[in-house]
């Protein structure tokens, strides 16, 4: 995770530390969660896997609100956004780590979008499409990208898909 450190050990215990630094992004105080995002961006590119781990968590606890996870993720993402270019290996790889929750698979990629500063269609020429739904434009089948909206025709292949599904 973090090539710097030598062992595991110090891996875990690196990101456990990093880990109790984002706690308080949890909490209702405005002035803590401030603090701790301070003390995260000092951290820079160290930070983005704990911050990451923040959502997958709220995302977990059954008493988390779909409002609160999105307010977790905005300030996740703010963060990631100062942070900037640097944040781009560990964001591929939850944009594509089919071990974590589909949702920061899709904020993870939006994320590298927004990092990027890309729009339109030069999203397209990165997106590595993971996310389709099926859809009928003009009387035809296409596959659409849910991140981007690249449009796939029906082949075989995905026809053998649907009736799976």
Same mark, same amino acid.
């Given at each position: 995770?973090?090539?710097?450190?030598?062992?595991?050990?110090?891996?875990?215990?690196?990101?456990?530390?990093?880990?109790?630094?984002?706690?308080?992004?949890?909490?209702?105080?405005?002035?803590?969660?401030?603090?701790?995002?301070?003390?995260?961006?000092?951290?820079?590119?160290?930070?983005?896997?704990?911050?990451? @781990?923040?959502?997958?968590?709220?995302?977990?606890?059954?008493?988390?609100?779909?409002?609160?996870?999105?307010?977790?993720?905005?300030?996740?993402?703010?963060?990631?956004?100062?942070?900037?270019?640097?944040?781009?290996?560990?964001?591929?790889?939850?944009?594509?780590?089919?071990? @974590?929750?589909?949702?920061?698979?899709?904020?993870?990629?939006?994320?590298?979008?927004?990092?990027?500063?890309?729009?339109?269609?030069?999203?397209?020429?990165?997106?590595?499409?993971?996310?389709?739904?099926?859809?009928?434009?003009?009387?035809?089948?296409?596959?659409? @990208?849910?991140?981007?909206?690249?449009?796939?025709?029906?082949?075989?292949?995905?026809?053998?898909?649907?009736?799976e599904n």
């Amino acid at each position: 995770m973090y090539p710097y450190l030598k062992t595991e050990n110090e891996e875990e215990e690196e990101f456990n530390d990093i880990l109790e630094i984002a706690w308080p992004l949890f909490s209702k105080r405005k002035a803590k969660r401030e603090i701790a995002g301070q003390e995260l961006l000092k951290l820079g590119v160290k930070s983005i896997r704990p911050l990451v @781990c923040t959502i997958e968590l709220a995302l977990r606890d059954h008493d988390t609100s779909d409002w609160e996870i999105d307010e977790q993720a905005d300030d996740v993402s703010e963060m990631i956004l100062k942070i900037g270019k640097d944040a781009m290996p560990d964001l591929e790889d939850f944009a594509n780590n089919g071990s @974590c929750n589909i949702f920061v698979n899709e904020w993870a990629q939006e994320m590298i979008f927004k990092v990027l500063g890309l729009k339109g269609k030069d999203r397209q020429k990165i997106c590595p499409h993971n996310m389709k739904m099926l859809l009928t434009k003009k009387n035809k089948k296409v596959w659409v @990208c849910t991140s981007c909206d690249a449009e796939f025709p029906e082949t075989k292949n995905n026809k053998d898909t649907e009736k799976e599904n």
